[in-house]
């Protein structure tokens, strides 16, 4: 079944790209093919293997449970924020908080999830930062 | 021979402080990498990408930083077989059969030491292979035009599901979404904006470091997240290493095999889309067919930890050749190497040889010399590695996903990039689910502008005539080969996954 749905997924997304290939507007100068000649031969690509799929699909994988999913939207979530929040909070603060999370959903304590921020966010600060000197995102701390 | 006056140039070029230097740092970083389970060699090249870059290094030294990563990696794979029963990465799957049993029968040293060498001995025969084949492949290649440079890129992608993916459905609409990724962007040709839907951040195209970092790493890190498997680590403090050196009998004994199997897994690396996986895989069932007489195989038989391993670690280097010589690589560490190659303006292929032999000829020098330093790092100080394995998930998954962030954000400043990277991580993590092969995408994504610009060549030459791509004796023999590769595992790839995965179940059932 999550193979159909797969297929049916792909053969959307094959007309969707197929349709603004198509719309691409000519330019003056164009070639003999053109810039959606090459995006239509992958949109039929992509649609003969996403029928193919859905004809003969494959097993169903094992899906996590609803809570487990809830766990991984919830770790989306947090990455998210933390792309959002990075300029704002400056790295060293943003990385301990978003690695503490990411800790302890993977199963340490409180002390341990905590540790483990502040330890990756410091220590990826002194080695990619200090060391390495690459830049990294300013907080209002100037770290 | 003009072929020893490059080598001699290329180890002037990479015997520089500071080039021995990144590749021992590359050597070591890739062997904790290949050790820990859940970073194989092609998140391990990638996470590092962006250090490459920020620390300003040239083109010589990024790839001699990566390919020793990359060779390193395929060292450490075997250590947590060896020693958890858990393989570090695919390739070292095929280690776990003997090097496990070896280990509980309390001779884990031995068995760590002699994977050691008979990766050294696989790399070392590669490395010549790739030395002596690169060369041959580039003049073929010299002969290609567009039609057969798009011809080729087809070939590659046809091949690619072959081995590595039971659906060839699912292989062949991986590598369109690559591709369809590819095309987002202003078209090269015309200026005009295709598929960016009035995002400015996407004029320029999706980086493809964005997208390999999320696919890779980041997916890997949401697989741990579903499973929450913490306990990984338990058993290693179980067991002793034991006497660090195999006795000269047992080297002796399986000295044959590393040949054999040698030869046998850099041609399974040259071979596009088979990759070191399948280089293991076969060199252990070749082996075990040919010297297990006493069905000792599987139950701890020095040769079947040496088979895999030497296998291995030659089709890591038999991938080189066509990533090198034709640019087009074969498997997912080739293509992040790729990457690397073209972030730095760098096009490999046949010009490639002649036009920057010394980015050539001192990464060979180099993949020498680190896989001496390998040796030295693997055999005596293996007792380091693995202290590494104990360090367990719930703290390594938030090192790997922060350091990705930083990479990704060191190299363009944006938000934006971040967010797409996030994208690719779920949708890997969906695509890994649904059984769909991540590296034809990587593939599309890298080689799609490559292979339209081909396409677009080819038939602007010929006047908008499309039999263009198939008039010449080479396009023909190109796309009869690319047939062929893509139906033969149709019918017999089914018959060589489902025993893979077979042997596969048996080694992790304990």
């Known amino acids: 079944m999550s193979d159909r749905i797969f297929g049916v997924v792909g053969l959307l997304l094959a007309i969707g790209f197929a349709l603004a290939a198509l719309n691409i507007e000519e330019s003056f100068l164009s070639d003999a093919v053109g810039p959606s000649g090459f995006p239509l031969i992958v949109a039929a690509v992509l649609a003969l293997s996403s029928i193919v799929i859905v004809v003969k699909p494959d097993r169903a994988p094992h899906w996590p449970s609803l809570g487990r999913l809830a766990e991984l939207l919830a770790a989306v979530v947090v990455m998210v924020l933390y792309a959002e929040l990075l300029p704002t909070l400056g790295f060293v603060i943003a990385t301990a908080f978003a690695a503490a999370y990411l800790s302890w959903r993977l199963g340490s304590g409180i002390l341990a999830s905590i540790l483990t921020g502040i330890g990756s966010s410091v220590g990826i600060y002194v080695i990619f930062h200090l060391i390495f000197g690459l830049s990294l995102a300013r907080g209002p701390l100037g770290f | ?510």
């Open chain 2, 1 to 510: 021979m003009e072929t020893f006056a490059n080598l001699a140039d290329g180890f002037a070029i990479a015997l520089t402080w500071n080039n021995l230097w990144l590749a021992l740092l590359g050597c070591f970083l890739g062997t904790i990498m290949g050790a820990l389970p859940g970073l194989g060699p092609s998140n391990g090249v990638a996470i590092l990408i962006p250090l490459a870059f920020t620390m300003g290094l040239g083109a010589t030294p990024s790839l001699i930083l990566l390919t020793s990563v990359y060779y390193g990696a395929m060292y450490g794979g075997r250590i947590s077989s060896i020693l958890l029963n858990i393989p570090g990465d695919e390739p070292a799957m095929m280690t776990c059969l003997d090097g496990h049993p070896m280990a509980k029968n309390g001779l884990a040293g031995a068995a760590l030491s002699l994977s050691g060498i008979a990766s050294f001995v696989g790399a070392f025969i590669a490395t010549w292979g790739l030395i002596l084949l690169a060369p041959q492949l580039v003049k073929i290649a010299l002969l290609f035009g567009p039609a057969e440079y798009f011809a080729l890129f087809a070939l590659a992608f046809m091949t690619l599901g072959g081995v590595s993916s039971t659906n060839q459905a699912k292989s062949a609409f991986a590598a369109a979404l690559g591709l369809g990724l590819a095309t987002i962007g202003v078209d090269t040709q015309t200026g005009v904006p295709r598929f960016t839907f009035g995002e400015v951040h996407l004029y320029d195209g999706l980086d493809f470091l964005v997208a390999i970092v999320g696919l890779f790493a980041l997916s890997e890190v949401f697989i741990f997240l579903e499973e929450r498997h913490g306990s990984a680590n338990a058993d290693a403090k179980k067991l002793t290493i034991g006497k660090l050196y195999p006795p000269l009998s047992m080297i002796k004994q399986t000295i044959p095999t590393m040949l054999r199997t040698s030869v046998l897994g850099f041609i399974a690396g040259v071979l596009p889309g088979a990759g070191a996986s399948l280089g293991s895989f076969i060199s252990y069932s070749f082996e075990k067919r040919l010297v297990d007489k006493d069905n000792t195989f599987g139950t701890g038989d020095p040769r079947g930890v040496a088979a895999p391993e030497a296998g291995n670690n030659a089709a890591a280097g038999g991938a080189l050749v066509p990533m090198l010589a034709l640019g087009v690589p074969g498997s997912g560490t080739t293509a992040v190497l790729l990457a690397v190659l073209l972030s730095l303006n760098i096009t490999p292929g046949p010009l490639l040889f002649s036009e920057n032999p010394d980015v050539v000829w001192g990464l060979i020098a180099a993949l020498f010399i680190a896989n001496f330093m390998l040796l030295a790092l693997n055999i005596p100080m293996v007792g380091l590695f693995t202290r590494v394995l104990l360090v367990p998930p719930r703290i390594l998954m938030p090192i790997v996903a922060m350091v990705s962030f930083v990479g990704i954000y060191g190299i363009s400043g944006s938000t934006f990039d971040l967010l797409v990277m996030i994208a690719f991580g779920v949708m890997g993590w969906v695509l890994r689910k649904l059984d769909v092969p991540l590296v034809p995408i990587i593939l599309g994504t890298l080689l799609g502008n490559a292979m339209e610009n081909n396409l677009r060549r080819a038939i602007t030459i010929d006047n908008g005539n499309w039999w263009t791509l198939i008039d010449s004796p080479l396009t023909i023999i190109l796309w009869s080969i690319a047939i062929v590769g893509f139906i033969l595992p149709l019918v017999i790839g089914r018959r060589v996954k489902s025993r893979m995965r077979r042997d596969e179940e048996g080694a992790l059932q304990d």
